[in-house]
């Protein structure tokens, strides 16, 4: 029998390797599939299991910072903990029911500020179509604009309304999500109180036994959790600054919404890049409708960008840094991939430490590969 040459042994290998690689990415396709539309399903019960895990993220320094001051952990939670319930409690109580009272408002008055948003680019549009009544390829452009705008301004908004709504789906919808809110309080004492026993013996719960494949394991998973400690405990911070700061300059020109506002720029923060425009879109709309005229939505254009500007040079780099050490394409288009992958806000939210996730398993094993199955270090 004659023996393949060794072109055919390359032509052979390069073959097998194509298929093995087309049959792991049409594996890994399957499971992200799986796996987003698991997570669509119970939003309403991973959602706030992930809020508390960040606030723990968040409040865990305090508590250790306690427990310098010779307390022990049990008090130490409870101090924190009962502070961070007092303060949420008055926050909620003091400026709850002004925020419902806009959201509510902002909710009945949208069909009517599309409606003067689409005036007011009619308005605009006619008024420069007479003053070059001799320019007909102007005005032929200026047509196609406004039509342009009336077609597409409503797609928008109900794409924003979509995404929401998609956000808040799963099996028990909107009823799930309050009913689970009420158990973020728990969720985040029992991270508090237990969050040193978790970190000091989560590798002995590894269905693995002791072996350098448990030890790489228990090394990834540990690079993995300080890039999500880094990104979650900075962006929260940058984004509660944030929709403070925007609050307070949109309360300064007296736009309606401004508190709701402000609290989606603090929530939505927590998306890089996207969640300002996110948050954007809704505050230029009711600047149109409530003072119809182009002045005013420029202003909130101007805050937006001055806010954004402000981040990227002053308040981000010293409190989240280069903690991911992802490029702003990459970030944008992490938050877009996952966003359709696993359904609305919460994909949006785990974009980049998904991505980070994948950028540390890439350079471990592919770009610079580490680890050698059957061998220990010295």
Same mark, same amino acid.
């Given at each position: 029998?004659? *023996?393949?040459?060794?072109?055919?042994?390359?032509?052979?290998? !390069?073959?097998?390797?194509?298929?093995?690689?087309? %049959?792991?990415?049409?594996?890994? #396709?399957?499971?992200?599939?799986?796996?987003?539309?698991? $997570?669509?399903?119970?939003?309403?019960?991973?959602?706030?299991?992930?809020? !508390?895990? +960040?606030?723990?993220?968040?409040?865990?320094?305090?508590?250790?910072?306690?427990?310098?001051?010779?307390? @022990?952990?049990?008090? &130490?939670?409870?101090?924190?903990?009962?502070?961070?319930?007092?303060?949420?409690?008055?926050? /909620?109580?003091?400026?709850?029911?002004?925020?419902?009272?806009?959201? &509510?408002?902002?909710?009945?008055?949208?069909?009517?500020?599309?409606?003067? !948003?689409?005036?007011?680019?009619?308005?605009?549009?006619? @008024?420069?179509?007479?003053? @070059?009544?001799?320019?007909?390829?102007?005005?032929?452009?200026?047509?196609?604009?406004?039509?342009?705008?009336?077609?597409?301004?409503?797609?928008?908004?109900?794409?924003?309304?979509?995404?929401?709504?998609?956000?808040?789906?799963?099996?028990?919808?909107?009823?799930?999500?309050? +009913? @689970?809110?009420?158990?973020?309080?728990?969720?985040?004492?029992?991270?508090?109180?237990?969050?040193?026993?978790?970190?000091?013996?989560? =590798?002995?719960?590894?269905? *693995?036994? &002791?072996?350098?494949?448990?030890?790489?394991?228990?090394? +990834?998973?540990?690079?993995?959790?300080?890039?999500?400690?880094?990104?979650?405990?900075?962006?929260?911070?940058?984004?509660?600054?944030?929709?403070?700061?925007?609050?307070?300059?949109?309360?300064?020109?007296?736009?309606?919404? #401004?508190?709701?506002?402000?609290?989606?720029?603090?929530?939505?923060?927590?998306?890089?890049?996207?969640?300002?425009?996110?948050?954007?879109?809704?505050?230029?709309?009711?600047? !149109?409708?409530?003072?119809?005229?182009?002045?005013?939505?420029?202003?909130?254009?101007?805050?937006?960008?001055?806010?954004?500007?402000?981040? =990227?040079?002053?308040?981000?780099?010293?409190?989240?840094?280069?903690? /991911?050490?992802?490029?702003?394409?990459?970030?944008?288009?992490?938050? $877009?991939?996952?966003?359709?992958?696993?359904?609305?806000?919460?994909?949006?939210?785990?974009?980049?430490?998904?991505?980070?996730?994948?950028? %540390?398993?890439?350079?471990?094993? +592919?770009?610079?590969?580490?680890?050698?199955?059957?061998?220990?270090?010295?």
């Amino acid at each position: 029998m004659k *023996l393949p040459t060794p072109w055919q042994l390359k032509t052979i290998y !390069a073959s097998l390797t194509a298929l093995a690689i087309l %049959v792991i990415c049409w594996v890994a #396709s399957v499971v992200i599939q799986v796996t987003g539309d698991t $997570i669509k399903k119970f939003q309403a019960f991973l959602i706030p299991l992930a809020v !508390a895990a +960040v606030l723990a993220y968040l409040l865990e320094p305090v508590v250790k910072k306690l427990c310098t001051w010779k307390l @022990s952990r049990t008090s &130490a939670v409870l101090i924190v903990f009962g502070v961070f319930i007092l303060t949420s409690a008055l926050i /909620v109580f003091s400026v709850g029911p002004k925020i419902y009272e806009e959201a &509510a408002k902002f909710g009945d008055n949208i069909p009517d500020y599309m409606q003067k !948003a689409r005036n007011l680019v009619n308005t605009t549009v006619d @008024s420069y179509k007479k003053r @070059s009544s001799n320019s007909e390829d102007f005005q032929n452009a200026a047509s196609m604009v406004q039509d342009w705008l009336q077609k597409q301004l409503p797609g928008y908004t109900d794409s924003l309304l979509k995404f929401v709504r998609g956000s808040f789906g799963g099996v028990l919808g909107v009823f799930g999500y309050i +009913v @689970s809110l009420l158990i973020i309080p728990l969720y985040l004492f029992y991270f508090l109180k237990e969050s040193s026993k978790i970190q000091n013996n989560w =590798s002995n719960y590894l269905p *693995l036994q &002791a072996s350098h494949f448990k030890d790489e394991v228990v090394d +990834v998973l540990t690079e993995i959790n300080t890039y999500l400690i880094a990104f979650f405990r900075g962006q929260l911070i940058v984004s509660m600054i944030d929709g403070v700061l925007i609050s307070i300059g949109l309360l300064c020109m007296n736009l309606s919404g #401004s508190l709701l506002i402000g609290l989606m720029v603090a929530i939505l923060g927590l998306i890089p890049y996207l969640g300002i425009f996110i948050c954007w879109v809704p505050a230029v709309l009711i600047a !149109a409708g409530q003072f119809q005229d182009w002045h005013h939505p420029l202003i909130v254009t101007c805050i937006f960008i001055g806010m954004n500007q402000i981040e =990227s040079w002053f308040i981000a780099p010293r409190i989240v840094g280069n903690s /991911v050490g992802l490029h702003p394409l990459t970030i944008i288009a992490s938050v $877009i991939g996952w966003s359709l992958l696993l359904g609305g806000l919460l994909g949006a939210i785990l974009a980049v430490p998904l991505t980070a996730t994948t950028k %540390v398993l890439l350079r471990r094993y +592919v770009w610079h590969r580490t680890f050698k199955p059957g061998t220990r270090e010295v």
